[in-house]
């Protein structure tokens, strides 16, 4: 009995003419594949908009609904964005398996889907896997911030890239993303994309040497539009947030043949250069006995203790030659 309350109660939470989340999964898949054709051009010759009306026509008689109908549901979704949200990850994963089951997986993207939060190159996405974003006043604004732990490391390389898909009642409509990179020396950096139609868009940041980024924030930004004949919408999956870990040059070892023990120059003959020159190796003059002396510390200098000269004793004894006297003239 209780369930059967909580069906009631979701059939009626839906106003009169709002199609069920299920239903209108079905309407969207579709629908967004009949707008894909209608940006390919795939009749030549024909006005895009009007073969995008008529693509849109067939969706609606495929579905047996109006134009009204879908135009009411989508009012209403977009109001409610949890409920989108919702249909949009079952709708995410269904032209995920298609995609799979036909091996269309873009060049530019391979290299990315298989990254975990590990390595060099790793995807530290840590939002919501599906962003809706609407041109309704209050919805029209989504932002993000993700702090940077201490896995970073200096001059890393940051890069956000996602997936869109488009709704528009008035042809494509345009969404505004950027990326806001704060480092620890609170220096910011920003890229700003303009996003249109449905296809991949990357925002790449290069670090300067010897910045480390301390947060990472982005946002999502779709003009307002008061009436409901305006209303669109942007769908972004796949989300990811990759970091780029630049190789780091090894240190060139110096060879130990290189270096010359007896201090001589490269370009200069071992025979020209004296090996007691000094530590500066300015001067290259040969030093006399003295001067190496006098250069070296004072714990190996040779202190020479000079004896009292001899002196003959004023009386000779008898038997010696006495000194001969001469005598001072005045």
């Given amino acids: 009995m209780l369930a059967l309350l909580l069906c009631v109660a979701c059939q009626v939470e839906l106003p009169k003419g709002v199609l069920t989340e299920?239903?209108?999964?079905?309407?969207?898949?579709?629908?967004?594949?009949?707008?894909?054709?209608?940006?390919?051009?795939?009749?030549?010759?024909?006005?895009?908009?009007?073969?995008?009306?008529?693509?849109?026509?067939?969706v609606f008689r495929k579905h047996k609904i109006t134009r009204a109908e879908f135009d009411s549901s989508m009012n209403y979704y977009c109001s409610n964005l949890e409920r989108l949200n919702r249909v949009y990850k079952h709708l995410n994963r269904r032209f995920k398996r298609e995609s799979e089951a036909f091996g269309d997986v873009e060049q530019s993207g391979a290299a990315f889907t298989s990254?975990?939060?590990?390595?060099?190159?790793?995807?530290?996405?840590?939002?919501?896997?599906?962003?809706?974003?609407?041109?309704?006043?209050?919805?029209?604004?989504?932002?993000?911030r993700q702090p940077c732990d201490s896995t970073w490391r200096n001059d890393d390389d940051i890069m956000w890239r996602f997936d869109s898909k488009y709704l528009s009642r008035m042809g494509t409509t345009e969404m505004f993303a950027d990326l806001v990179v704060t480092y620890t020396n609170d220096s910011i950096r920003a890229a700003l994309r303009r996003v249109r139609s449905d296809h991949t868009t990357e925002l790449r940041m290069g670090t300067p040497k010897g910045w480390t980024p301390r947060s990472i924030s982005g946002h999502l930004y779709i003009p307002a539009a008061e009436k409901a004949e305006q209303r669109s919408l942007y769908v972004l999956h796949n989300l990811m947030l990759v970091r780029f870990r630049k190789?780091?040059?090894?240190?060139?070892?110096?060879?130990?043949?290189?270096?010359?023990?007896?201090g001589r120059h490269a370009a200069t003959d071992s025979l020209l250069v004296d090996s007691l020159a000094t530590e500066s190796g300015t001067d290259e003059r040969r030093l006399s006995p003295t001067e190496f002396r006098d250069q070296q510390s004072v714990d190996q200098k040779i202190d020479v203790v000079k004896e009292k000269p001899y002196q003959p004793s004023a009386r000779p004894s008898r038997?010696?030659?006495?000194?001969?006297?001469?005598?001072m003239t005045r």
């Fill in 319 to 327: 038997g010696h030659l006495q000194p001969v006297r001469r005598q």
């Fill in 115 to 144: 990254l975990s939060a590990e390595g060099d190159t790793a995807n530290v996405w840590g939002g919501a896997s599906i962003i809706v974003v609407t041109n309704v006043p209050g919805n029209n604004l989504i932002s993000w």
């Fill in 22 to 58: 299920r239903r209108l999964e079905r309407v969207l898949y579709d629908y967004h594949k009949a707008q894909g054709m209608a940006d390919v051009g795939v009749v030549e010759g024909r006005n895009s908009e009007i073969l995008r009306y008529e693509l849109e026509e067939a």
């Fill in 247 to 262: 190789d780091v040059e090894p240190q060139t070892k110096t060879d130990g043949l290189a270096t010359d023990s007896l």
